[in-house]
C-alpha cells in the first residue's frame, strides 16, 4: 500500500491519532519527543490512548498524574519512575526478551500497534528516510496501520536496514532539534576494579556486545591495548575513542567484517556526527541483532551484562528488588544464549559485589522469594566483580543438592 507522505504539523500529525489506539515509539536517543510532547497536548481528546516503548532517557513525562487515566505506557523495559503510574493502573510490564519483543510489539502480535512514531533523517532525493539511531521500530513500522515520521534536520543519516521509503510513511513534521542525548557516566573505583578484570578476558579479534553504564565505560576504557575489536548491537559514545585509535577495526568478525552491526546509537552530537553516511556502520533491527543464532556465527563473541545479584548456583537477577520490577529482560538473555553457541563465544556478568554503601551484599546465597531469574544457571559463564573472576560454566553443585 502506498501512503501520501503528506507533510503536517505537529498538532495535525497527532491529530490522526484516535482515541483507544496503541501507539509504539522508539527508545533511547531515537525517542519521537516532539511527537510525544504533542499527544501530551491532546491528552484529554486521545483519552484513553496507550504509548509503548522500551528504554527512555526522560522522566516518563506522559506518566506523571496530570495524565493519570488518559495515558497508558506498555513497555517491556520497567522503571521505579514508573511505580507511581504503575500503582494507578496505568502502566503494562510486558516480559519479553529484546529478541520476542520485536515481533510482540509488531502486526499480528498481542501488542501489534495501531500507529506508530518514527524519529528519521529528512528524506533524501530518492525519497528514503534513515531511522538514524534506532533501528527498533522498522519491523513494526513497515506493517502498521498508520505511521507518522519525526523527521530532523539533526538526525544522522545511518546505512544499512536504517530506511523507510517515503511511500511507507502516511504523514510527517519537520523539526530541528537535538536528539535526546545519552552522556558519559561518571565511574568510579570500583567500577574501574571490575573493568580490568574483564578486559584480561577480551581477547585481540573478540566482538563485544556491552551495555550503558558505568562499567561498560569503564571496560571501554580498559581495553585501549587490544587490536581489532568488533561490536555489535550498541555503539555508545565511550567506544568512540577506541575507534579513532583503531582499536576497533570489526576486521576479525565473521559476519561483515569490517562493519559493526548496531541497532542503536547512544551518545551526543558527537557521536551522532561520526555516525552520519558512515559505511562502518550497519544498522539491523533487533530481530537480527538478538537472534542467538545470529550472535553464534560471530566467532569469538563476548557479551558483558550486568546485575542486581546474583547467587551461589550462579542464577543471575537483572530484574526486580525485594520481587518488585525495576528493569527488563532486556538483551542479557539472547546474547548468553548466543555466546554459549558461539566458538570462542564468552558471557560475563559484571556487578559490583556489595550495594547500599557496602551494606548489602549483591553475591547471595540463594536468590530470595519473588526475584526474577534473568539468567538461568545451566548458561552462566562468568561472574566479575571488582574482586575477581569467578569461572562457572561446567561446575559441579556441591554434594549434588542443588541448594
Known sequence: MTRSFAKASLADAVGRLRPGMRVLMQPGCGDPSALVAEIMRQADRLAPLTLMGGLRLDDYPFAAAAYAGKLRFATWHMSPRLFDAAARGDVDFVAARYFDSVSLFAAGGPWAPDAVLVHTALPDAAGFLSVGVSAYALPAARRAPLVIAQANHRMPRTMGQAFLHRSQIDCWVEIDEPLLAYPPTPIGDVERRIARHVAALIPDGATIQAGIGAIPQAIMEAL???????????????????????????????????????????????????????????????????????????????????????????????????????????????????????????????????????????????????????????????????????????????????R
Not at 544464549?337 to 570462542?344: F, I, K, M, T, V
Not at 564468552?346 to 554503601?357: D, E, F, V, Y
Open 224 to 402: 585501549g591495548d587490544r587490536r581489532d575489536l568488533g561490536v555489535h548491537s550498541l555503539l555508545v559514545e565511550h567506544m568512540l575513542p577506541l575507534v579513532e585509535q583503531g582499536v576497533i577495526t570489526n576486521a576479525r568478525k565473521r559476519v561483515h567484517p569490517g562493519r559493526m552491526d548496531i541497532g542503536e546509537i547512544m551518545g551526543t552530537a558527537r557521536l551522532f556526527d561520526w555516525a552520519h553516511g558512515n559505511r562502518a556502520i550497519n544498522m539491523e533491527p533487533s530481530d537480527t541483532l538478538h537472534d542467538p543464532q545470529v550472535v553464534a556465527a560471530l566467532g569469538a563473541f563476548v557479551s558483558v551484562n550486568s546485575a542486581l545479584e546474583v547467587d551461589l548456583l550462579g542464577q543471575v537477577n537483572a530484574e526486580s528488588v525485594d520481587g518488585r520490577q525495576m528493569a527488563g529482560i532486556g538483551g542479557q538473555f539472547d546474547f548468553v544464549l548466543g555466546a554459549s553457541r558461539a566458538p570462542g563465544g564468552r558471557s560475563i556478568i559484571a556487578l559490583p559485589s556489595t550495594g547500599k554503601g557496602g551494606s548489602l551484599s549483591r553475591i547471595v546465597r540463594r536468590l530470595p522469594a519473588g526475584a526474577r531469574v534473568t539468567t538461568p544457571r545451566y548458561l552462566m559463564d562468568c561472574v566479575v566483580t571488582e574482586h575477581g573472576v569467578a569461572e562457572l560454566a561446567g561446575k559441579a553443585t556441591p554434594g549434588g543438592r542443588g
